[in-house]
Structures are given as structure tokens and as C-alpha cells.
């Protein structure tokens, strides 16, 4: 999908404790972030292993509508071609994966992310491509990225009720048959997180109960016009990762991680700082 979990355990930035965290039951019934008109046209990484950047760019692409009121289509590509990833975090980089957190490090050290339209994504059938500096002209600047507390439901819905949608990591092998409804078919027992989505919101279904609602990467034909709900549970259950250093990581990790959430979705919830 183009995350391989190696070192999700070991990018993280500054915890971030939601402060004062309101009590769940007083929180808004349903949140979506695509109503405050800071969620960018559903997308498709095609081939490449890409989700990665993709949840990057468009975590960023909100943030910048937050803090100056334009909402601007960014580049995958620039995240793709121009990050490195000698130490093999998350995979050898480009089409073969990486992180979010190693996404936004290296954005911030490149000065900002440029628009879409001066660097298109062009790995599409999956092909890497070089970095392009001379097209590189940063509109969204980022000075740093925050991750919530690891597996903690509460924080990730006052988060989301409160401040904005959030890049995360879920185990997504099961996803290709979704069409539409609350999706509850990933393998709870060992999660594989293999996927980087953007989560936008929460909400109930009078009929199904209660969900996340996530932006997929795979184009608006899939699932619910290019989103899925996954199955909010309450109490929330927790698995094992049985591979959490598949791929190359940049060191050796743990022989196993407790994910928790419907398809881990509570495991790694980050975003960016971006700044004007």
C-alpha cells in the first residue's frame, strides 16, 4: 500500500495531550471536516506505493486552508522525488514506501510543499523519478508535525471534534471489495498496518453504529465516493501486529506492537504544523 510500519514506533514527534479533553458523551454526535471547506478532491496514487505522500500532501493542504484561508492542491511528487530514505524508515522510499513523519521532517527542511501544478505527480503506473530542486517553489510551509498518544480513542475524537482531521496509519488488506456502509472486516485479532489514509471525521448511523470516517487514495470510483467508514467500536479492542518490521527498517524493531481500533487506526494519528 506503501507503508511498511518498520519504524512507526520510533518517528514519533512531541506527544500532544489533548488539553482539558471534553468527556466523549458531550462531544458533537458527527463531525466532518469536508463541511468547513478544507478537505482538497479525492485522489489516486495508482500503482506506486505512494499513500504515504498522499496523506501528507493533503493533511497539509488543510492546514495551509486553516491558517490562510486558501485551499491549494499540493504535490505527492515533490514528497516522492525529493525525500530520502538512506535508512530505509517505512520502507526504501519513493514507490516502495515511507512514513508521513519522515514525509513532513524532510518538507520542512526543503522550506514548504509546492503546488500540484508546478510539480504533477507522474508516478502513476509506478515509477520513481528524480528530485526536480528547479521546480521545487514552496506555497505551504511546515515547521514541524505533532503525533497523539498511541492507541488512546479519546484524545483522536476531541482532536477531531476541536481542531482538524488527522494523518493516520490502518491495516487496509481487506479494503478492495468496500463499496459502501460501516466496514468492520479487517482482522482484529493481528492487524497489519500497510496503509497511510487521512481521517476527516466521526459520526453514528442510525442503523450500523458509530464510525470513522476516512479519505482513501485509491480515487473517487472506490468505496463511498473515495472515503470509507470504518467501525468505531466502544470499548475499543487492540491486536498484535505480527510483523511490524516488514520491510527494511532503519533498525531492528520489536518482534511484535499492539495496535489498537478497527484496522489499527489508533495507533499512529499525527499532523502537521504548518505555518504562513
Given amino acids: 500500500m506503501g507503508l511498511k510500519k518498520s519504524l512507526l514506533y520510533q518517528q514519533k514527534a512531541e506527544i500532544v495531550e489533548v488539553h482539558r479533553p471534553?468527556?466523549?458523551?458531550?462531544?458533537?454526535?458527527?463531525?466532518?471536516?469536508?463541511?468547513?471547506?478544507?478537505?482538497?478532491?479525492?485522489?489516486?496514487?495508482?500503482?506506486?506505493?505512494?499513500?504515504?505522500?498522499?496523506?501528507?500532501?493533503?493533511?497539509?493542504?488543510?492546514?495551509?486552508?486553516?491558517?490562510?484561508?486558501?485551499?491549494?492542491?499540493?504535490?505527492?511528487?515533490?514528497?516522492?522525488?525529493?525525500?530520502?530514505?538512506?535508512?530505509?524508515?517505512?520502507?526504501?522510499?519513493?514507490?516502495?514506501?515511507?512514513?508521513?513523519?519522515?514525509?513532513?521532517?524532510?518538507?520542512t527542511q526543503m522550506g514548504g510543499l509546492s503546488s500540484e501544478w508546478t510539480y504533477p505527480y507522474?508516478?502513476?503506473?509506478?515509477?520513481?523519478?528524480?528530485?526536480?530542486?528547479?521546480?521545487?517553489?514552496?506555497?505551504?510551509?511546515?515547521?514541524?508535525?505533532?503525533?497523539?498518544?498511541?492507541?488512546?480513542?479519546?484524545?483522536?475524537?476531541?482532536?477531531?471534534?476541536?481542531?482538524?482531521?488527522?494523518?493516520?496509519?490502518?491495516?487496509a488488506s481487506t479494503w478492495s471489495g468496500y463499496e459502501t456502509g460501516v466496514f468492520n472486516g479487517c482482522n482484529q485479532t493481528n492487524p497489519d498496518l500497510d496503509h497511510a489514509v487521512m481521517l476527516v471525521g466521526y459520526g453514528t448511523d442510525?442503523?450500523?453504529?458509530?464510525?470513522?470516517?476516512?479519505?482513501?487514495?485509491?480515487?473517487?470510483?472506490?468505496?463511498?465516493?473515495?472515503?470509507v467508514r470504518l467501525y468505531r467500536e466502544s470499548p475499543f479492542t487492540c491486536g498484535t501486529d505480527l510483523t511490524p518490521s516488514d520491510g527494511d527498517g532503519c533498525t531492528n524493531g520489536p518482534p511484535t506492537v499492539t495496535v489498537c481500533g478497527t484496522c489499527g487506526i489508533l495507533y499512529d494519528a499525527v499532523y502537521p504544523v504548518v505555518s504562513q
Avoid at 206 to 227: D, I
Fill in 22 to 107: 471534553e468527556p466523549v458523551e458531550s462531544l458533537p454526535v458527527n463531525v466532518d471536516w469536508r463541511e468547513k471547506g478544507i478537505i482538497t478532491p479525492v485522489k489516486d496514487q495508482g500503482q506506486c506505493g505512494s499513500c504515504w505522500t498522499f496523506a501528507t500532501a493533503e493533511l497539509t493542504e488543510s492546514y495551509f486552508a486553516m491558517a490562510t484561508g486558501h485551499l491549494n492542491i499540493l504535490s505527492e511528487q515533490q514528497i516522492l522525488d525529493c525525500t530520502p530514505n538512506p535508512n530505509h524508515c517505512g520502507g526504501t522510499g519513493g514507490c516502495e514506501g515511507g512514513t508521513a513523519e519522515l514525509a513532513w521532517a524532510q518538507i
Fill in 122 to 171: 507522474t508516478s502513476y503506473y509506478g515509477t520513481d523519478s528524480t528530485c526536480k530542486m528547479n521546480e521545487v517553489s514552496p506555497i505551504a510551509k511546515v515547521s514541524s508535525y505533532m503525533n497523539l498518544p498511541v492507541n488512546e480513542q479519546d484524545p483522536i475524537l476531541n482532536y477531531i471534534a476541536s481542531s482538524g482531521p488527522l494523518a493516520i496509519s490502518v491495516d
Fill in 206 to 227: 442510525a442503523e450500523l453504529g458509530n464510525y470513522w470516517l476516512v479519505r482513501n487514495s485509491w480515487s473517487p470510483q472506490w468505496g463511498e465516493n473515495g472515503y
